[in-house]
């Protein structure tokens, strides 16, 4: 946990004391404020995500409407943060993601004629592409997305249906922030 003096509260307790000090203690308790909070929530989210799937990358993108995206988090298997620049994912995928509100998984690249060649799969080197709607009542409040570089890399049906329900939950959990 961090020790941010800004995210510090001192709390007064008041207790006997048998010496002759003062008969008053203070006490520091950190108090965790809401963005550490949603940060923290949402890193556990990609990383949880990326180990349970064996990913090789993991972020979370939020969406606001009419096309408002802001790249929350980027974390590889070993926890290393990965800056939106270094991510580079996929548009077109997001984008179906977020219109059909559906889950979308690509288990081999080189099928898709649209994704090959796209300028985020060739400078990703992505073979292995699956992304989640992140939906609040219905309507897309981001998206879960998940790649992978390597040949073994590969997605299955039943994956995508946890998938799925993870990103129900995710949901759930961001829209409680």
């Known amino acids: 946990m961090d020790t941010n003096p800004a995210e510090k509260k001192t709390v007064v307790v008041t207790e006997p004391v048998s ?21 923290k929530m949402i890193e556990n989210i990609v990383m949880r995500a ?4 064996n990913a090789e990358r993991g972020c979370l993108i939020t969406y606001k409407e009419p096309d408002e995206f802001h790249y929350e988090l980027g974390r590889t298997q070993l926890s290393e943060v990965i800056t939106e620049d270094q991510f580079v994912a996929s548009k077109t995928v997001i984008k179906v993601t977020l219109t059909t509100q559906r889950p979308q998984m ?5 099928a ?3 994704l090959r ?3 985020s799969i060739i400078m990703g080197k992505k073979r292995v ?3 989640g709607p992140l939906l609040e009542a219905g309507k897309p409040i ?3 997305y998940m790649d992978g570089q390597l040949p073994k890399a590969r997605f299955s049906d039943n994956q995508l249906l946890l998938f799925k329900r993870l990103c129900e939950k995710a949901s759930e959990a961001i829209a409680q922030l």
């Open 19 to 39: 010496t002759a000090s003062s008969p008053t203690e203070t006490v520091e308790i950190p108090v965790i404020s809401p963005e550490k909070k949603r940060e």
């Open 112 to 114: 898709y004629d649209n």
């Open 117 to 119: 060649n796209a300028e």
């Open 129 to 131: 592409i699956i992304c």
């Open 142 to 144: 981001g998206v879960l």
């Open 106 to 110: 690509i288990p081999d690249i080189s």
């Open 50 to 53: 990326i180990r349970f799937f």
